[in-house]
């Protein structure tokens, strides 16, 4: 009688213990499991935030421009009996930049959705340093070249260059470049398996960046 009751017990005690085990296992597996899927989402967080670090720079396209023009002034008196002209040939090279300052650029980052959403593109910046020379300068002195000539001649060569620009292969070769620099982040979040979006768009190709950045 006493022998099946010590049995009983033996065996209840090895379920107990197989319960035990399989408890701790299951235990130990949810522990695994969900620090690596952790550690995982944080390896992709780091490389993506290291790659929009590297795009983060100053592209910059440079040029040259060089152009000639006459600048002519009238001064009169004696309702128009006397004129005092002063007038100059004036050779113009000028320097232009277009930059992008991607380290401005603005972002978020969506672990659960694994989604990159660019929130800004900063603005293009473009810097004329143009070098002025006079020739054949013709004054007299009562019509003398002045500081307030010198002002309107500058500001009117960096109007006129600031329209050769906005139609010049410049302003387009700097976009390209925008567009470059953005498609490395495509790639990386492409093959991690991530999306790109700005201004609720999903970027899957260059084409898109340019079309959605109006470039």
């Known amino acids: ?31 695994v499991t969900s620090e690596k899927a952790t550690t995982t989402t944080e390896y992709n967080t780091d490389l993506i935030q290291q790659q929009i670090r590297n795009v983060g720079k100053l592209v910059v396209t440079e040029g040259h421009y060089a152009q000639v023009m006459t600048y002519k002034d009238q001064q009169k008196y004696l309702m128009d009996l006397l004129t005092f002209e002063k007038k100059a040939l004036i050779i113009i090279n000028a320097d232009v930049t277009v930059a992008y300052d991607l380290r401005q650029i603005k972002y978020d980052i969506d672990e659960k959705n694994k989604t990159i959403t660019i929130l800004n593109i ?12 006079f020739y054949d300068v013709d004054q007299s002195r009562m019509n003398p070249f002045t500081g307030d000539d010198y002002n309107k001649i500058n500001k009117k060569v960096k109007a006129d260059l600031a329209q050769k620009i906005e139609k010049s292969a410049l302003k387009t070769n700097a976009k390209n470049r925008l567009i470059s620099e953005l498609s ?5 979040t492409n093959s991690m398996g991530w999306k ?10 260059e084409q898109a960046i340019g079309e959605q950045l109006k470039l």
């Open 184 to 188: 490395k982040l495509l790639i990386l």
């Open 122 to 133: 900063p603005k293009e910046e473009i810097k004329i340093s143009p070098d002025i020379q």
């Open 196 to 205: 790109l979006e700005y201004e609720n768009r999903v970027l899957d190709n």
């Open 1 to 31: 009688m006493l022998v099946p009751v010590v049995q009983a017990l033996a065996r209840s005690g090895k379920i107990i213990y197989l319960l035990i085990f399989v408890i701790i296992g299951f235990v130990i597996y949810k522990f």
